[in-house]
């Protein structure tokens, strides 16, 4: 439940209700309005025969003086009835208004002053003080009552909820199969492999026995590896919708804070609630952040907070028995980065990989994403799948969001193939810039430019089939694209297809040096690719003529967050064969794309000027220019 922190009218009621409290403890109803009389003034009013009464105190001398008017109060407030609750104010104003109060002098004679009253008709009062009681009151028991109000108002304000006071607490989740959790296996497409291990998991807790028969363990823990948007949290809330038991869902990150020590105690608490609440499932998303290899990251006489962390996630995994039914599940997408200790049988001892789905797996994930939509009769899910080759979960899941938001901008009662086919081209390219300013010329660059990246590609075997070409400016910088992709799934690729690719990607700056008779910086992001791919064909892949089968790459891993990998210096010799074979291999496919190119000028001229005239055209366009493949 929500903590109200609003300032409440209540506050404004204690505070008075305290403060008129404290009024009447120190200035008695005797003393507060009241006219303050000198002695000698007070003297005078008595022999006069104004005093009515008078009581006498220790310290003063509090009275009141006879009521001299002559019409009663009805009389005075207004003609007519008045109501009795008008009546009593007034005469309480008035009884007010006729109190005084006297500070006895020193060494007086009381019975002088007693005298005198009586002489004229005053009644007098005596009344004996005991400061006792009042006393202790005010020492002892009114400060001890001020500050345990103050303490239950900030224990109330920093009681359990409050994150100093709780600092040492885990952060997890504790989800179950609950309506707020409505994730099913059946919701998790693509990754069929890693669902059956995690299946496994639940039955092993549902049913331990079945297992334990002949003699089996459950596994402490469980790792999901893969890229990004694979589907690992995913899988992990499906575990929590279908096993039935509490499930701990938590981040690594969670863990440290900028105080020491509170990692390492998050952790025992974690544990500690874990074992209370047997059969569970503890889920830490992204472990990386507190699973770093203690090796990479040591620094000599310091103190590393998340080292601390991991240090007590490994005696915990360690310190509990598997027979109690707590099954740690991790993922992450940086499993090189782990700790080897965290990897060890024992702690995690099965390791699940969650990778990109294949084709069948893209479609069952296109199934899933657009139960809820209302699809055309001709969206073909399948076709759909054999254009996304390489798209994770999370990528066809935003396809599909695009595509139902493209068909809403055009007013289509239905999410049509055309809708789904540009939402592709949304996520691979970017956003269209239809507003951008191009001058002519440079829209006759960019359109032979584009030209040139199509008809080698068409003609070029071993290159990835041409899908669609385009001078509309998308993305960041991109004045036009050709959109090539593969008809199906690929793992294994050969050194004529290296080659082949090479070869597409200098086509435009093949084209724009024979149509143009120079060339422009267009080709920039081209040329990148083409220096990393003949690069990887000598250090990596082993396709040197000068240096074959040697592969020049370190050991590490780039992981599946991709980046490059470390190339292992040897000499400046062997440098230099590679500068210059990468060169040859580059200005070899430069030239065959020129060639090409030249023996196809007149498909170039006629392509760009289409592309001129229509901005994008298709497949089947592109093979009614081009004719069959030669």
């Not at 300032?7 to 008129?20: A, D, E, K, R, W």
């Amino acid at each position: 439940m929500k903590k109200n922190n609003k300032f409440s009218i209540y506050y404004f009621l204690g505070m008075f209700f305290l403060i008129s409290f404290i009024q009447m403890l120190f200035f008695p109803a005797g003393n507060t309005g009241n006219k303050i009389l000198t002695y000698d003034s007070f003297v005078q009013k008595v022999d006069s025969g104004k005093v009515d009464k008078v009581l006498i105190l220790q310290e003063k001398i509090v009275g009141e003086l006879k009521d001299t008017t002559q019409n009663t109060a009805e009389h005075k407030l207004t003609k007519g009835p008045v109501a009795p609750w008008r009546l009593r104010i007034k005469e309480i104003e008035e009884q007010l208004a006729r109190q005084f109060t006297v500070m006895r002098l020193p060494n007086t004679q009381d019975d002088e002053l007693l005298q005198r009253l009586l002489r004229n008709n005053v009644k007098v009062v005596g009344k004996y003080e005991s400061n006792a009681i009042k006393n202790f009151f005010l020492d002892w028991i009114l400060p001890i009552i001020f500050f345990m109000a103050i303490w239950g108002f900030i224990y109330k304000r920093m009681g359990p909820g409050n994150p100093m006071l709780s600092i040492g607490k885990n952060k997890a989740k504790i989800l179950a199969e609950t309506p707020d959790n409505p994730v099913k296996f059946d919701d998790v497409a693509g990754v069929d492999e890693a669902v059956e291990e995690v299946k496994e998991l639940v039955d092993f807790l549902k049913n331990p026995d079945k297992y334990t028969t002949l003699g089996g363990k459950l596994p402490k823990g469980v790792l999901l590896v893969g890229p990004p948007g694979t589907g690992k949290t995913l899988l992990a809330k499906a575990v929590a919708g279908e096993a039935g038991v509490p499930f701990f869902s938590l981040s690594g990150s969670d863990f440290v804070e900028m105080f020491v020590g509170v990692g390492a105690a998050r952790v025992r608490d974690l544990f500690k609630e874990a074992k209370n609440q047997a059969p569970c499932i503890i889920f830490i998303d992204e472990i990386d952040a507190i699973g770093k290899s203690r090796a990479s990251g040591a620094v000599a006489g310091g103190y590393d907070e998340r080292e601390n962390t991991l240090n007590q996630l490994l005696v915990e995994m360690d310190g509990f028995d598997a027979g109690i039914g707590v099954i740690i599940m991790g993922a992450t997408n940086r499993p090189e980065v782990l700790d080897a200790a965290l990897l060890r049988p024992g702690r995690f001892d099965r390791q699940v990989l969650v990778d990109k789905p294949d084709l069948n797996g893209r479609e069952a994930i296109f199934k899933v994403h657009t139960k809820n939509l209302k699809l055309d009769k001709d969206v073909d899910l399948h076709r759909l799948a054999s254009q996304t080759p390489g798209f994770a979960g999370a990528e066809i899941a935003n396809v599909c969001n695009e595509a139902a938001i493209l068909a809403v901008r055009k007013n289509h009662d239905k999410i049509k193939m055309s809708d789904f086919e540009e939402a592709i081209e949304r996520v691979i390219a970017g956003l269209e810039k239809k507003n951008k300013l191009i001058n002519e010329h440079e829209r006759k660059i960019v359109a032979y430019h584009e030209s040139g990246h199509a008809i080698v590609g068409y003609f070029t075997e071993g290159a990835d089939e041409v899908q669609k070409v385009s001078i509309v400016p998308r993305g960041i910088g991109a004045l036009g694209y050709t959109l090539q992709m593969p008809l199906e799934d690929r793992y294994l690729m050969s050194k004529s297809e290296l080659l082949g690719k090479i070869k597409g990607l200098l086509g435009g700056r093949a084209a724009e040096e024979i149509i143009i008779g120079e060339v422009s910086t267009g080709a920039s992001n081209d040329l990148e690719k083409v220096a990393q791919l003949a690069k990887n064909m000598i250090t990596v892949y082993g396709m040197s003529e000068k240096l074959p089968n040697i592969s020049l790459v370190n050991h590490s891993s780039p992981g599946f967050l991709g980046g490059q990998q470390g190339i292992e210096r040897r000499s400046e010799y062997l440098e230099k064969m590679i500068d210059e074979e990468v060169k040859q291999i580059i200005d070899k496919c430069y030239e065959d794309a020129k060639e090409l190119l030249r023996d196809k000028k007149d498909y170039l001229e006629k392509m760009a000027s289409v592309l001129l005239e229509k901005e994008v055209i298709g497949h089947d366009e592109i093979e009614k220019i081009l004719g069959p493949k030669a």
